[in-house]
């Protein structure tokens, strides 16, 4: 068994089923805007993500905003992505990042720069997610540096990554997975699922290549609140999976916001009976209030606690 450095992984040690959510940081340094966040949030689920200046726009850095939350009683996971910083600078956010008391981490290759505002920004993708991983899992597990150097006071860091399985081609990502783990990754946030056939075709070669055994796996659900953001989505970002008929679904509600929470729940009934699949990451975009309740209405509130 892996030394237990977070209670999201005491959690998961412990065999619950967890639920995960994400907060986006401000354009701004207003710390109240994450300490509303983070109460609105607490005792809804057992751990936040704090994104790392998602789709290439400059936010409050997701370290910061993690302390912030966290001073407010939440379990935080931070992201670290490859696209703004080199192995220096990531390497110093992880030892920052522990310092303060944080203990998850999310390793990202990081939305392209042309997603964003800044369209003269350079990329720097030093190293890859699969780098990333293997660099944070050398730092906490054998107490050494990218280049070798041994330190004293290594990083105390639970290790998750990304997994999408509904990019193609559908070998090499199942080859990139593999690869994760083979790095140190403990746990996968995966994609957010709309094509719950494929998720489940999916989660069999998982099994059949018995990563489910080795690492927790997550299973990515996106609130939506309407059509225009389903049909941005399945037109504009790549390995995003949404079948037409959900689509249609939400064309013929009255109600599209209701729908959303309504499909939501029942995708976390459906994925809750896949073997392997350990929780859940809600990723509620610019819609944190709607987390609790969906984990109401799908029988997953009140949260446990871990000694």
């Known amino acids: 068994m892996a030394e237990i450095y977070s209670r999201l992984q005491k959690k998961l040690e412990a065999g619950h089923f967890v639920v995960c959510s994400e907060m986006g940081p401000p354009i701004g340094a207003d710390p109240d805007f994450i300490r509303n966040k983070a109460r609105m949030l607490k005792g809804y689920v057992d751990a936040v993500n704090l994104t790392d200046n998602q789709t290439a726009i400059v936010r409050m850095s997701s370290i910061a905003a993690a302390k912030i939350a ?28 522990s310092a303060l008391g944080l203990r998850n981490i999310l390793c990202l290759s990081g939305d392209h720069q042309s997603f964003g505002m800044d369209k003269g920004a350079k990329n720097v993708f030093d190293l890859d997610s699969v780098q990333l991983v293997r660099t944070v899992h050398d730092m906490v597990h054998k107490g050494v540096l990218l280049n070798g150097k041994e330190m004293k006071s290594p990083p105390k860091m639970f290790i ?3 997994a999408n399985p509904f990019a193609d081609p559908f070998e090499m990502q199942m080859l990139k997975l593999m690869k994760k783990v083979e790095a140190g990754a403990q746990f996968f946030q995966t994609q957010a699922i709309y094509n719950l056939d494929k998720f489940e075709y999916w989660m069999e070669e998982v099994r059949k290549l018995g990563i489910h055994e080795r690492v927790y796996i997550l299973a990515g659900i996106l609130p939506t609140r309407s059509v225009k953001a389903l049909k941005i989505m399945k037109n504009h970002v790549a390995g995003m999976d949404i079948p037409d008929a959900v689509i249609e679904r939400f064309e013929k509600s009255d109600d599209p916001e209701a729908e959303g929470v309504e499909m939501a729940v029942e995708t976390i009934e459906r994925v809750k009976k896949i073997e392997g699949v350990r929780g859940v990451h809600l990723m509620p ?23």
């Open 70 to 97: 966290s001073d407010e009683g939440l379990e935080m996971i931070i992201q670290a992505t490859c696209r703004d910083r080199n192995r220096i600078g990531l390497q110093s956010d992880i030892l920052g990042a």
């Open 160 to 162: 998750g990554a990304a």
């Open 285 to 307: 975009v610019m819609w944190e209030k709607i987390t609790p309740v969906i984990v109401e209405k799908a029988s997953l509130y009140p949260r446990p606690e871990v000694d």
